[in-house]
């Protein structure tokens, strides 16, 4: 038997949109989107509310005497702002969401592996994904810890240091999409975080390029939406080609 063709990260990642089209998947696809839909759809809903008031507060604040600057920023401000709140945001919301879809991005990638490879990982059904509960939120859990050292370290950097410190933040969340999305076909072999990182970190240039690709994708409004289930399905994929045979066997 041939061995696979390996692709890039950003290959996987792209392999991720075919996948969530396959049929038999795309039913599990579903509870990740409608996640990530309602949570966005409210959350920018009251962030829209925000904006509003603080729109009238500046204008408000602007003296007469400046009457044709309000019309500039009543043309310009509004969708700005809009915009800005879109691509800031997303990275929030999108860790919001991986939260309380976990359990179901785990079945997720355990139907993509058994697509991919014909075999099964045991039980699946609904009373194993409710057993599974504790521990996957347990594994958000550690992804946040560490997370949180080294994101408040390198916001450091970013305002310290002006173009390097963006382009080291820009890494590292890059970094932390590979492990995010990665961590899900790892853990549902009950590899641990430390294992899982360090096999990562022994193929940088496709873990940062999956990462990169993401990171990229989550920034675009609109289709930021599909960004979880298909960096779930395209992790799983590299899983299976690059990632499965050093974690369990190494």
């Known amino acids: 038997m041939s061995s696979p063709q390996l692709k890039s990260g950003a290959g996987y990642f792209m392999q991720g949109f075919e996948l969530i089209r396959v049929k038999g998947l795309?039913?599990?696809v579903f509870v990740p989107l409608l996640v990530n839909l309602i949570l966005f759809a409210?959350?920018?809903?009251?962030?829209?509310?925000?904006?509003d008031v603080a729109i009238l507060w500046l204008m408000d604040s602007i003296p007469n005497w400046l009457d044709w600057l309000k019309d500039w920023l009543a043309v310009f401000i509004w969708p700005l702002a809009v915009i800005i709140v879109l691509v800031t945001f997303s990275f929030l919301?999108?860790?919001?969401?991986?939260?309380i879809a976990a359990p179901f991005n785990g079945l997720l990638a355990e139907k993509v592996e058994q697509h991919l490879t014909g075999q099964?990982?045991?039980?699946?059904g609904v009373m194993a994904l409710l057993k599974d509960i504790p521990r996957t939120l347990?594994?958000?859990?550690?992804?946040?810890?560490?997370?949180?050292?080294?994101?408040?370290?390198?916001?450091?950097?970013?305002?310290?240091?002006?173009?390097?410190?963006?382009?080291?933040?820009?890494?590292?969340?890059?970094?932390?999409?590979?492990?995010?999305?990665?961590?899900?076909?790892?853990?549902?072999?009950?590899v641990s975080f430390i294992r899982m990182r360090d096999v990562l970190g022994s193929q940088k240039t496709a873990s940062f390029s999956f990462g990169i690709t993401v990171t990229l994708f989550a920034m675009i409004p609109?289709?930021?939406?599909?960004?979880?289930?298909?960096?779930?399905?395209?992790?799983t994929a590299m899983w299976v080609d690059r990632f499965k045979g050093p974690a369990l066997h190494d």
């Open 138 to 190: 347990g594994r958000e859990w550690t992804k946040l810890l560490y997370y949180i050292p080294r994101a408040v370290g390198f916001l450091i950097v970013f305002f310290l240091l002006p173009v390097f410190g963006q382009v080291i933040w820009f890494l590292f969340t890059a970094w932390m999409m590979a492990i995010q999305y990665a961590d899900y076909p790892f853990d549902n072999h009950k």
């Open 120 to 124: 099964s990982l045991g039980d699946s």
């Open 222 to 235: 609109v289709i930021n939406f599909l960004v979880m289930p298909v960096a779930i399905c395209g992790a």
């Open 26 to 28: 795309r039913r599990f």
């Open 42 to 51: 409210v959350a920018f809903y009251f962030l829209l509310q925000q904006i």
């Open 93 to 99: 919301f999108n860790s919001v969401a991986n939260w």
